[in-house]
Every structure is written in structure tokens, then in C-alpha cells.
T-cell receptor, first 109, second 116 residues
Framework: GEDVEQSLFLSVREGDSSVINCTYT??????LYWYKQEPGAGLQLLTY?????DMKQDQRLTVLLNKKDKHLSLRIADTQTGDSAIYFC?????????FGSGTRLSIRP | DVKVTQSSRYLVKRTGEKVFLECVQD?????MFWYRQDPGLGLRLIYF???????EKGDIPEGYSVSREKKERFSLILESASTNQTSMYLC???????????????FGEGSRLTVL
């Protein structure tokens, strides 16, 4: 079946950029989402990209999509303590959204 | 403000007990979902529903059932809880859009179930 891979942990210094990577197997994915889960909370849609785009920028967030390599990344510029969370990559194909394992982002002072 | 409310944040049950997890949404969404979240495994879909009284199996339905008697309420039932069902359970809802739609999922805060 479809698979979505993410590294489990990422630690960055406050003020640096964070880059969270994701690889997926389903080449027919249409929308690709990034969800954010803050401590003790449910998931919230952070941003998404449509499969005919290479890049999407939204304030401090940049999403890059390489369809050929089936690779998605989320860059957070000027990382702040409020960005501490688990980030889930979630490609969508036909009728299903598949979630990755999530990357826990921690911020060092 | 959109809201998905799960009735219990924390539950502790014994093996063999029947467990009900309740979820209510106030956004008049057609679609509702139950996921379980385990460390390193991400979210896995248990069941979903596109309409009242309708249900579809997700990827891991074994040991679970669901009920949707009203549009706003979707219940997850563990008929006989087992220790391997210890997990975080997340409910979500979304509007019914065509394939061109964004399909944003709105999640509850989760119910952490421990089965002893």
C-alpha cells in the first residue's frame, strides 16, 4: 500500500530555519498537506500544495514539492518556540489521505 | 469557530470492558472520521462515515465498530477492550467536497485510552 516516511525528530536553534522532509510512494497524489499538532491538542491544517505546483510560500512557511522524486518538504523560517510541535506530512490520492509518522520539532534557545 | 469535541480526554479501562468514545462536531459536516495515533506510526484510519447511518471501514477496523445516528455525532465502540488498543484516539470531520476540493480535516483534541 501507500507509504509516507518522515524522520521522527528535528532539533533547531531559535531563529534558524527548520526543514522537515517527507517522502511518499503514491505518484497519483493530488493534494499534499502539512498538519501541525501542538502539545495536548488535535491536528490543524498548516498548509498544503497542489500537485501541479513546485513551491508554495505562506509567510514564514515554504513548501517544496519534487514530484519526480516524490519528495515534499516544509521550511519554517525564523523558527520560534511556538513552532514546537509534531508536523505530519499527508499526501492525498483519489479518496484517501495517508498520514506520515510525524516529525517532532524541538527548539533550542 | 469550528469545533470538534471528544467527550473524554483520558480513560482507563480493564481488558474485556466495552468502551464508548464520543465525538460531536458543530460545523454541519457530512464526513466524520476516527483515527488512532501511536508513536512512530502516525495516524491510522479506523472507520469513517459520509452520512448519517453510513459507515466505511478504514485501514484498521478490527476490534472496533462505530455508530452515527445523528449528523453531528460519531461514536467509536470497542466491544471488548484489549491492551493493544491502548492509544490516542482522534476524531475528525470535514465537508463533502468533490475531488477538486481541499478536504480540510478538523480534529478534536483526542482521547487517550489506557487498557489494563
Amino acid at each position: 500500500g501507500e507509504d509516507v516516511e518522515q524522520s521522527l525528530f528535528l532539533s533547531v536553534r531559535e531563529g534558524d530555519s527548520s526543514v522537515i522532509n517527507c517522502t511518499y510512494t503514491d505518484s497519483s497524489s493530488t493534494y499534499l498537506y502539512w498538519y501541525k499538532q501542538e502539545p495536548g491538542a488535535g491536528l490543524q491544517l498548516l498548509t498544503y500544495i497542489f500537485s501541479n505546483m513546485d513551491m508554495k510560500q505562506d509567510q514564514r512557511l515554504t513548501v517544496l514539492l519534487n514530484k519526480k522524486d516524490k519528495h515534499l518538504s516544509l521550511r519554517i523560517a525564523d523558527t520560534q518556540t511556538g513552532d514546537s510541535a509534531i508536523y505530519f506530512c499527508a499526501p492525498r490520492s483519489a479518496s484517501k489521505i495517508i498520514f506520515g509518522s510525524g516529525t517532532r520539532l524541538s527548539i533550542r534557545p | 469557530d469550528v469545533k470538534v469535541t471528544q467527550s473524554s480526554r483520558y480513560l482507563v479501562k480493564r481488558t474485556g470492558e466495552k468502551v464508548f468514545l464520543e465525538c460531536v462536531q458543530d460545523m454541519d459536516h457530512e464526513n466524520m472520521f476516527w483515527y488512532r495515533q501511536d508513536p512512530g506510526l502516525g495516524l491510522r484510519l479506523i472507520y469513517f462515515s459520509y452520512d448519517v447511518k453510513m459507515k466505511e471501514k478504514g485501514d484498521i477496523p478490527e476490534g472496533y465498530s462505530v455508530s452515527r445516528e445523528k449528523k453531528e455525532r460519531f461514536s467509536l465502540i470497542l466491544e471488548s477492550a484489549s491492551t493493544n488498543q491502548t492509544s490516542m484516539y482522534l476524531c475528525a470531520s470535514s465537508t463533502q467536497e468533490g475531488l477538486a476540493g481541499v478536504w480540510e480535516l478538523f480534529f478534536g483534541e483526542g482521547s487517550r485510552l489506557t487498557v489494563l
